[in-house]
């Protein structure tokens, strides 16, 4: 397969003496990766990774496997250079968790502690609950007003394609319990920031501004908080709560890359990738093993069709996105010298493209339209505006003036799964999966052997 | 609304005094009640059962707040005659149940206890894996062979609109476990014998013929087994388990029964009903709550349209049918002199009626043809055929000569939800629910206001 996919390439291409390609050359080439690229091994990948490692919670000996099954998958794919560049970070990690109303209707809550819970004591706390239909109830809630009680935030998310919601509601777990314990809270719980309606809570980083202000906080699964919401309304309702996860400030984390050195512009370098870490209640599979596969494989697919990339592709796989970004914010300021002119991150599940977005130079527009040509057949719509953020690693490098782009997933089913035991293998479609592995093949390729600034600032 | 049912009754109805209607009146009677019946209130009862009672397993205090629940229900519905029939059993309760796989593939596997299974050591075993792809793989294992293993059952359930699936791959969990103990497994695990692909475990009881070769035995998630199976693709798996049921010999469950006696002839009993207790990792909305709420609902329906039954309606909630019919076997065996003459039982999910099966006298078909003829508008087939089985519960009834009555609901998703944790009330579709309960008020008012026999043995 890869042989046809040389095969066909005109004869420049594989002498690869010139450092720029004529515009059709380089295009006939994205056409030729996006058509060939659909089945590339993303699959075969995403399965042994979610397989061999499973979950890979920050800064734990399960993202240091994942760290040794990264280096070999990149070397397997050809890459060069490879690093592991560490970073020290803070080690939050899950103990029991049990939670169950108490009186008059006993039963069991199914719930998990959210990313920077504190912990209640071993025995668990037992107090009344204090319910709020939504975020901005809890805001208007008076100070003092939750003295002794486990707010209970019900606030609820609705569907949307292209992420937005969780946007606008993500601000419940990461910002919640705080509000929650500077209005004397003894606890929060909240319903999961999540579209689904199984017992499995989504889990995620909550932040507190003070660590002494720490309280325990945790998701219910959706039909667990509707479940309380119903015995809210008969009545006062108790819930006893055990939730103990463990901190310690001093564990480490790291970040591993890999190149396809640039044969014209080794120091102009595109960083794509996705994040290496996950969630421990799944095997990470959507979030984000699959960035890992599309985005390595996209990689592979460039080098099997014998391609010479003028700029250096580099592929980085982020350690401990979820706990914080803390991979994505070492790695800005470590290459902050470089002279890192695209950056762009897959960490949005596995089903297709649908759009795309980017922040580039105006001199990097004529690029971005020739991207949207290209991925039209796959079903792509063209860019959306010139003020994409990029996923949560590389806003670090745009902030610091590296161009963006985003290659937007159909988000329709990712909040059914985000952050839940049943962020699983099962669920990747292989289709949709290879569809992003021929779209980034196109796009990384048309970048990587363009000369046109893309940059937004000197670096 | 109710008042309006009766005021549209022919006025014959209401006087009652013949005590077998002419056919017109009764059928006209039967279209009203399915026409009307459309919102009787089972939602707002299977609501209230599954919010404030929850799980109802077998022979725990649990269970003893479902029948508090259900007296009252049954009183509030206008039922008479009031019954608490209690029956010895034995208390199976779950304990911790882990799974882990060590190695160099080290992680943690969801699990579920069927019921019945027998406990590890606190401290769990660790032992290699034996695979079977399915059931027969482990019938062709040579006796002795797996000593020291887990079993390791992968067989696939596929789905099913009639529920046929679970009669050919329901084996696996009754009789796998002591199978493979029989050729020295030192414990059991199954792929679950359901059709979704979510983290939750399908529970179930299982059967030892000797209590003396009692192994631990749990279903893995469907995620889970096709993760182990991977794993297993790759070489020898060892697993740690543990799984630390309990069991007591000296328990009770009881039936709960209420009635509208007939008005001509009030020895001839029709019972229907479902089952009151459920599985403990779920709320038992759709397995059995629904049951409850569509039976009890269709009863109440017939009396609140002022309608006088010739024969007695005889709303039954059988306890402890999950773990072994043992509320359908006692309630058979103390009734076996009463004039049973017909049984329904509702017990597969909340979804539509789409067709009705029976087991009757000759005498009786007519009976059906005209259930038949009713039903039509709500979507439901004709008599498929007249050897119906009737539920698990109504089973005993029928073996000793009762008629069976089967109004069959579309089960297409039910083993999505059966037995696991997410069998709650946010899976009820009401539009679906409130057609059972038209279905079930026009067919048992059919049979209740006629003479035909129905029995297929004399008692």
Redesign the interface.
């Known amino acids: 397969m890869r042989h046809t996919i040389a095969a066909t390439l005109v004869p420049a291409l594989l002498l690869a003496a010139a450092p720029v390609l004529a515009a059709p050359d380089r295009i006939a080439a994205a056409a030729t990766l996006r058509d060939k690229a659909l089945d590339t091994g993303a699959y075969a990948l995403l ?1 042994d990774l ?6 890979r919670l920050a800064a734990t000996p399960a993202e240091q496997r994942g760290r040794d099954w990264a280096v070999k998958a990149m070397k397997a794919a050809g890459l060069v250079n490879i690093k592991v560049e560490p970073f020290p970070m803070p080690v939050w990690e899950r103990g029991i968790e049990t939670a169950e109303v108490v009186g ?2 006993p ?1 069991k809550l ?1 719930i998990a502690a959210l990313g920077y819970s504190g912990a209640t004591p071993a025995a668990g706390i037992t107090a009344p609950v204090a319910y709020f239909a939504d975020y901005a109830a809890l805001e208007a809630a008076a100070p003092g007003s939750l003295a002794g009680k486990i707010a209970f935030i019900d606030h609820r998310m609705m569907r949307a394609q292209d992420g937005s919601s969780y946007g606008t509601n993500g601000v419940v777990r990461r910002a919640g319990p705080a509000l929650a314990a500077s209005k004397g809270a003894v606890a929060t719980l909240i319903r999961s920031i999540g579209t689904d ?4 809570p989504h889990t995620g980083s909550t932040v507190w501004q003070d660590r002494k202000a720490l309280t325990a906080a945790a998701a219910l699964s ?2 667990d908080a ?2 309380l919401a ?2 809210v309304a ?1 009545g006062p309702v108790t819930l006893k709560l055990v939730i103990t996860p463990t901190f310690n400030p001093d564990g480490q984390s790291a970040n591993v890359s890999g190149e396809i050195p640039g044969s014209g512009a080794r120091s102009e370098i595109i960083v794509i990738g996705g994040h290496l870490d996950s969630w421990d209640l ?2 990470g599979t959507i979030d984000d093993g699959a960035g890992m596969a599309i985005t390595l494989s996209a990689a592979r697919a460039i080098k099997d069709a014998g391609l010479k990339p003028r700029r250096t592709i580099r592929v980085v796989f982020w350690g401990a996105e979820e706990a914080g970004i803390w991979g994505g914010r070492a790695y800005a300021e470590a290459h902050k010298a470089e002279n890192i002119v695209l950056a762009a991150e897959s960490d949005f599940g596995a089903d297709r493209v649908w759009r795309v977005s980017s922040k580039v130079a105006e001199t990097g527009l004529p690029l971005i339209a020739e991207i949207n040509r290209t991925l039209a057949p796959l079903g792509v719509a063209p860019t959306r505006d010139n003020g994409a953020g990029g996923g949560a690693d590389v806003a670090p490098l745009g902030a610091m003036g590296a161009g963006i782009l985003e290659l937007e997933q159909d988000g329709t089913r990712y909040f059914d799964l985000h952050h ?3 962020d ?4 990747v479609d292989k289709a949709q999966l290879d569809q992003n592995v021929a779209a980034w093949a196109a796009a990384v390729w048309l970048a990587a052997s363009d000369d046109r600034p893309l940059r937004t600032k000197a670096n």
């Open positions: 399965e979610t397989t061999t490692v499973g979950q008059a209707f039963q199914t309606n199984h017992r499995n959706v039909p509707e479940q119903r015995l008969r799944a095997t839940t035991p049943d699983t293998f099962d669920k």
